[in-house]
């Protein structure tokens, strides 16, 4: 099984400042990883998929990269909305696993 | 719009049953793979299991097989996961999800809004 490990995992910020999230994987996933944000109470929400393809919807602010082992989610300035957990899901292997989530929180 | 709506939670008992349903409506569900994804208490997500758009395949989380079953019934736009067997570690809110293709290998694109398990004696 595929590790998926993301750090920091907490990550505080202040709004319209920069937020960088990372995401890595036990072994390559080649580009088969997806980004979710999650609010308390709430179902996941994609953001991202295929590393760096904007889910529909999703905002210009919120951009994906990486490819293998390390991805990284960059939120280019917060807004209040955005302060919430994210998870990134690996699915190249068989179980899909997902990480453990950042939270972010304002400063 | 795309609507997953998740049902069938609620309290067992160790070695218990229950069996959630998932009510879909928005897209072609026959054409489309169905997930379930568990979150225990205070923990991050774990897929459970998923099923093929026909219901033709069927897969499961180790953690769960042999005592979870994935089925669906395409003229009623409905997943369900018949649990039994369930234990203490089964406690978790579980969320379907829609599959982004018909290929259960995907990622899931939309989620419902989850049901609550919890097995408690």
């Known amino acids: 099984e595929i590790v998926m490990t993301q750090s920091p995992a907490t990550l505080s910020v202040s709004p319209g400042e920069r937020a960088t999230l990372s995401c890595r994987a036990s072994q390559s996933v080649t580009s088969n990883l997806v980004w979710y944000q999650q609010k308390r109470g709430q179902a996941p929400r994609l953001l991202i998929y295929?590393?760096?393809t904007r889910a529909t919807g999703i905002p210009a602010r919120f951009s994906g990269s990486g490819s293998g082992t390390a991805f990284t989610l960059t939120i280019s300035s917060l807004q209040s909305e955005d302060f919430a957990v994210y998870f990134c899901?690996?699915?190249?292997?068989?179980?899909?696993?997902f990480g453990q989530g950042t939270k972010l929180e304002i400063k | 719009e795309v609507q997953l709506l998740d049902s069938g939670g609620g309290s067992a008992q160790p070695g218990g049953s229950l069996r959630l349903s998932c009510a879909a409506s928005?897209?072609?569900?026959?054409?489309?793979?169905m997930s379930w994804v568990r979150q225990a208490p205070g923990k991050g997500l774990e897929w459970v299991s998923g099923i093929s758009g026909s219901g033709g395949g069927t897969y499961y989380a180790d953690s769960v097989k042999g005592r979870f079953t994935i089925s669906r019934d395409n003229s009623k736009n409905t997943l369900f996961l018949q649990m039994d067997s369930l234990r203490a570690e089964d406690t978790a809110v579980y969320y379907c999800a829609k599959v982004h293709s018909s290929d259960w290998y995907d990622y899931m694109d939309v989620w419902g809004k989850g049901t609550t398990v919890t097995v408690s004696s």
């Open positions: 295929g590393a760096s």
């Open positions: 899901l690996q699915y190249n292997n068989w179980p899909h696993t």
């Open positions: 928005g897209f072609t569900f026959n054409s489309h793979a």
